[in-house]
Structure formats: structure tokens, C-alpha cells
């Protein structure tokens, strides 16, 4: 079988997962309209397991646990349980906690939409899932080895591009390492490297780390730069090995990233305790937001039990004071992770429709994918809207409309989310015509 037959039996058995799938979690949503995950009553179950990465932006979890968020809304037992990779997050995903598994996670923006089609899962098996709420907005940072430092590259890569080029032509590998294909990560350093016109299929290799691995990785030699979430890229500044070209939120100011997932089975099932599990992770939100309340923050999640780092490799950035490693640096920049005021938590369609469109310039779903289809039934900004009234959110902070409008990037890209055709036509390098 030529690769181009292999290539589109692919392609049809991604579409017919995505259409599977979207008919399965159609059923649920007629089933559990929003208004059915109403309080009237306690939960159906006090329990659920949800997965977590060590990175900063898993903070809502972690809070909603320590500071009794959860068991507030009758969740008494709520398990919070360190994934070692974003590969486990997803195995565990689809086993579920019935089967030694869990039930949601701190969690890839897209990787839910890529359980839910069955793209990365064993047999490309569909595992529907929803997601609930966005957990954070930037504060991911990319980082350069010391060995390519005093090249100066920043927000604009292209000061690697000819000694990247120079590395590959003396038979040296060049590594930009990433935690998940697919993944936001990935997503991050791709437009980074892109926009320097560096091609990261073909000048580069791009390679999988887990988060807590990278600092260790980099120390070794075994890759060149990484993107990866807080606070690893902090601790690499502090250890000395390398610096930060860039926070990504000066790739994409105040974009998107983490977001809570959870099965559809789950909260077909106990629809008022996946209400309370929302609740109780959006209060956590909001504690994490307040900058009065950083200090205990990153002592509380640098335990040994959560991430087992110092609350120095994790307090700076999360107030916003950012040493680059390079020489520069700033303090009480808006680079910092945002965990609530203004919407963050919102889970915005316009924003995932942007991660199904990046993995589509990479070939990494079909060009011809129904993206918005899919984002109606994976996104559940209904049941957050419900939330949000049941805690009493300000207005404010409640967006009007499941689009945030045209976005724009560092290199003058412009996203417009009602023409994302448009928005890859745009782009140079990439791999769809």
C-alpha cells in the first residue's frame, strides 16, 4: 500500500472517530442539558480523580484540594493524583477511574479534542470528553541552551536559524523538545521557530520530555531549546544552564492554555458533582488570582507531595518578575500567569478552534476536519455559565460571547476565527498547501 492510500485511510478513520464521537457526546448533552447540573440537591457521588502535571497552572487543583474548595461543595473525596507524563494523563484518561484510571485532569488544551477523535489514543479509540473550564492564560516560557546564548534570539528566533543550519551540517542532531505532539507546548515552539524561518519538520528535530525532565535534559546536553510551562523553565535560569528566549505570552499576549477535562461518562453520570467539581475549581480560580495570595501559593504546590521544588523556583514568575537568564529583567510584568479576572477561565470556542487549526497546518488533523462541529460538543462553556451564576461571578468576569474576536501575534499574524483559511494562507511555513 502506497503511503498516500495509508494517508487517507487514516485521514477517513479520523473523521469517522470525530463523527462517532460527536454523536455519542450529542446523546449526553440531550440527555444533561445545562440546566439539569442545577444545585437543587448534594452530588450524585463525593468522590472524583483528577490528574495533574507538575506545572504552575495545575495550581487550581491542587488549591482546590489544600484549601477545601471541593469538599465546600461536597466533594470530600477528591484525588488529586501527579500524572508522570502528558502520555500517562491521556492512557489514564481513557482507562477512567473505574479501571484503576481518572475521571478529568489539569490538562492540554487540545488533547481532549484528540481523546475525544481517538488521534492519540491506543487503536485510535474515541474516549469523549469535555472541557469545563481554562485554567490559565501564558506564562509558558521557551528556552535556549547556553550554547546559543550570545546569539541574542528572543520573541524572534531568527538568530538561530543559521546556527541551527550550521549544527545540522556538521552530522549534529537539533533538538527543540516539547511535553505532548499535538499539545500547546508543541503548538508554542512550533510558531516560535516557524516565525523565525526555521522549518521545525524538517531543520529541526522536535522530541518529547516530560515537564520535570527538561531542566535535567538541557543540563546534559540532550537537546538544544524546549517550551514547557512553569516553574522549569525558572529553575533552569537559577541552575544556570540556559535562558529564556521568551515567556509565550509575548508570542500571543494573554492566550489560552491549560483547561480542565473531564470524561463525558463522568459527568453523564454524576451530573451535580461535575457541577461541583467546576465550582469548586473555579473558586480555586480565583484564589490563585489574588496576588496576596502567591506567597502561599507556590509553598503550597511546591510540597513534596505536588511538584518538590522550592517556592524560589516558582514565586518570581507567578508575580511577574522575570529573570531571562540573558541579562534582562523585568518586574510586575502582565507576563504573568493569570488565573481568573476578565474571563480567563472562560473556555473560549474562538481559542480552541485556533489549537485544531495550528494542528492542522502541522498535518496533525485533516484539513477538511469539521473543527467547529467538534469544538460544539467537546467545549461545555454552557455548564461553566452555569457555574458561574451558582458562585456568584461578576459580570466582568462572565464573557458575552464564545468568541474572543480576531487575535494577534508578535510577527503581525492575525488570527480571525470566523476565517481560519484565511489565517493559514497567511503562514509560510507549514504543511498543508
Not at 127 to 142: E, K, V
Not at 148 to 171: N, Q
Amino acid at each position: 500500500m502506497t503511503k498516500t492510500s495509508q494517508a487517507g485511510i487514516r485521514r477517513r478513520g479520523l473523521l469517522k472517530g470525530a463523527t462517532a464521537t460527536a454523536g455519542l457526546m450529542a446523546a449526553v448533552r440531550t440527555a444533561f442539558p445545562s440546566g439539569a447540573f442545577a444545585q437543587s440537591t448534594g452530588p450524585e457521588t463525593n468522590k472524583v480523580t483528577l490528574g495533574f502535571i507538575a506545572l504552575t497552572d495545575a495550581a487550581p487543583l491542587i488549591i482546590a484540594k489544600e484549601k477545601g474548595f471541593f469538599a465546600k461543595h461536597g466533594i470530600t473525596d477528591a484525588n488529586v493524583a501527579k500524572q508522570a507524563s502528558w502520555g500517562t494523563t491521556r492512557d489514564n484518561l481513557v482507562l477512567g477511574s473505574g479501571a484503576g484510571g481518572i475521571d478529568g485532569a489539569h490538562i492540554l488544551t487540545p488533547l481532549p479534542y484528540l481523546i475525544s477523535m481517538g488521534t492519540v489514543t491506543a487503536e485510535n479509540k474515541p474516549t469523549p470528553m469535555f472541557i469545563l473550564a481554562r485554567l490559565n492564560y501564558q506564562c509558558q516560557g521557551i528556552s535556549v541552551s547556553n550554547e546559543f546564548k550570545s546569539l541574542g534570539a528572543k520573541a524572534d528566533a531568527t538568530p538561530l536559524k543559521e546556527a541551527f543550519a550550521k549544527k545540522k551540517a556538521a552530522g549534529k542532531e537539533v533538538k527543540c523538545a516539547m511535553t505532548f505532539p499535538g499539545g500547546t507546548h508543541d503548538m508554542w515552539i512550533r510558531y516560535w521557530l516557524a516565525a523565525g524561518g526555521i522549518d521545525p519538520d524538517k531543520d529541526v528535530s522536535t522530541i518529547v520530555v516530560p515537564p520535570a525532565q527538561m531542566v535535567a535534559n538541557m543540563k546534559v546536553g540532550n537537546m538544544d531549546a524546549f517550551c514547557v510551562g512553569e516553574p522549569w523553565n525558572d529553575q533552569l535560569v537559577h541552575q544556570d544552564i540556559g535562558y529564556t528566549a521568551c515567556t509565550t505570552g509575548e508570542v500571543w499576549k494573554d492566550h489560552p492554555e491549560k483547561s480542565l477535562g473531564v470524561r463525558a461518562d463522568y459527568v453523564e453520570k454524576n451530573p451535580k458533582a461535575a457541577m461541583a467539581v467546576l465550582m469548586a475549581v473555579m473558586e480555586a480560580q480565583q484564589w490563585c488570582e489574588k496576588m496576596e495570595n502567591k506567597d502561599e501559593m507556590a509553598t503550597i504546590i511546591g510540597k513534596r507531595q505536588w511538584f518538590n521544588v522550592p517556592p524560589a523556583d516558582i514565586i518570581n514568575r507567578i508575580k511577574g518578575d522575570i529573570d531571562y537568564g540573558d541579562g534582562r529583567k523585568v518586574t510586575g510584568s502582565d507576563l504573568l500567569m493569570k488565573f481568573w479576572k476578565g474571563g480567563v477561565s472562560y473556555p473560549y470556542q474562538s481559542h480552541e478552534l485556533w489549537f485544531l487549526t495550528e494542528n492542522q497546518r502541522w498535518g496533525k488533523l485533516p484539513a477538511d476536519l469539521d473543527t467547529k462541529a467538534i469544538i460544539a460538543k467537546v467545549n461545555r462553556e454552557d455548564l461553566w455559565r452555569q457555574a458561574a451564576k451558582n458562585i456568584s461571578a461578576a459580570d466582568s468576569d462572565v464573557p458575552k460571547s464564545t468568541s474572543r474576536g480576531k487575535e494577534t501575534f508578535f510577527d503581525g499574524k492575525v488570527f480571525d476565527p470566523a476565517d481560519p483559511k484565511a489565517y493559514l494562507a497567511s503562514l509560510q511555513i507549514k504543511k498543508v498547501s
